[in-house]
């Protein structure tokens, strides 16, 4: 079964408005941690915010916001007043910690291609 | 502080050759993880090493390797290179605090194509 799950292969936003982008997530640890990453055509990953399964408040980065519902495991990543820059790949991922706090295994989505319209 | 570098950006080969990509942590980070892009497979785990030593590996064949220099320096090879292993090869730094940390910082990747 998938472990990290984006629905939306593509999605389409005028520049100014807002966007959401969906990820649902799978696992039985009570401990992980959550990523969203900005894949621009240039090929490199850009890390844009975190939420850890314990933080109590939504995690906010300037105009990134994760929209996190625990008991639905998803990890909605809010765009807000989007620009052309932020057209790009964008991969929601998990990261499992086991135990000993030892697992640096990222587990990815298969993304979702944002294009900002002007 | 400078970021994840990666070298070379592009490569190509032939089937059958082997290949060794280099991939230099940010400054101060022990931890350094390789992953593989496909558009068929999407991004996939290889492995991670920390303090010289492999931690975790992901599902992958023997031909697929890795080591990691007391600088912190990584280097992954892959020998007998097939048509699949094209890809786009990410490397991600991090400091590696007990209980994991927030932010894995990627490099620019390593492009290459096997003919």
């Known amino acids: ?117 002007p | 502080k400078a970021g994840v570098t990666q070298t070379p950006r592009y490569l190509i080969k032939t089937r059958g050759q082997q290949v060794t990509l280099s991939c230099s942590p940010i400054s101060g980070h022990r931890s350094v993880s390789w992953y593989q892009q496909t558009p068929g497979q999407g991004l996939q785990f290889l492995f991670e090493y920390f303090s010289e030593t492999q931690r975790n590996k992901g599902n992958f064949p023997g031909r697929f390797s890795g080591r990691q220099f007391s600088n912190s320096r990584s280097e992954m090879n892959v020998s007998t290179l097939e048509l699949g292993d094209s890809a786009l090869y990410l490397c991600a730094s991090s400091f590696r605090r007990a209980g994991g940390d927030n932010e894995q910082f990627f490099g620019p990747g390593t492009r290459l194509t096997v003919l």
């Open chain 1, 1 to 117: 079964a998938q472990k990290i799950t984006q629905t939306q292969p593509g999605m389409f936003v005028q520049e100014k408005e807002a966007v959401t982008l969906d990820c649902t997530y799978d696992t039985s640890d009570p401990s992980y941690g959550l990523f969203w990453y900005k894949q621009p055509s240039s090929g490199e990953m850009i890390f844009l915010i975190y939420q850890g399964s314990y933080d109590q408040q939504n995690a906010t980065e300037g105009r990134y916001s994760l929209n996190f519902q625990k008991a639905r495991k998803s990890a909605n990543l809010v765009i807000s007043a989007s620009q052309l820059g932020d057209s790009a790949m964008y991969f929601c991922a998990m990261r499992e910690v086991n135990s000993g706090g030892s697992n640096y295994k990222l587990t990815f989505g298969k993304g979702t291609l944002l294009t900002v319209n």
